[in-house]
């Protein structure tokens, strides 16, 4: 069992910045994989950004691309979200996710683990 608990969440104007912080603890000392979700109200959840254990492998929704940056501390057992550039269609609740093998997926099915969220809500 891995237990998550999520951090850094608020408001802030368009344009700016907020990094998301995601910590693991529990069964963490399998190599596994970790990624970034989000949900708007009405929307279905949406996948942000994954990667593996050594974040060799990286996936982000083309929206996310060059303004997110999902990073990991594995000693830390933490995995971070740079959001910059932020956007009003950025408000949602952001989740942090991970799955019981190494292998980067997409879809929020894949995922075993879930935290409890944290809302992040962008200003125009």
């Known amino acids: 069992q891995v237990h998550l608990v999520e951090s850094g969440g608020g408001l802030v104007q368009a344009g700016g910045s907020l990094r998301l912080s995601c910590a693991a603890s529990g069964r963490t000392s399998r190599h596994y994989a970790m990624a970034w979700f989000r949900q708007a109200p009405g929307k279905e959840r949406e996948l942000v950004a994954a990667?593996?254990?050594?974040?060799?492998?990286?996936n982000y929704a083309d929206s996310m691309k060059g303004r997110f940056t999902i990073s990991r501390d594995n000693a830390k057992n933490t995995v971070y979200l740079q959001m910059n550039s932020l956007k009003p269609e950025d408000t949602a609740v952001y989740y942090c996710?991970?799955?019981?093998?190494?292998?980067?997926?997409?879809?929020?099915?894949?995922?075993?683990?879930w935290g409890q969220g944290t809302q992040v809500t962008v200003s125009s």
């Open positions: 990667c593996n254990w050594s974040s060799a492998t990286t």
């Open positions: 996710a991970a799955r019981g093998t190494d292998v980067v997926l997409t879809t929020p099915g894949e995922y075993n683990y």
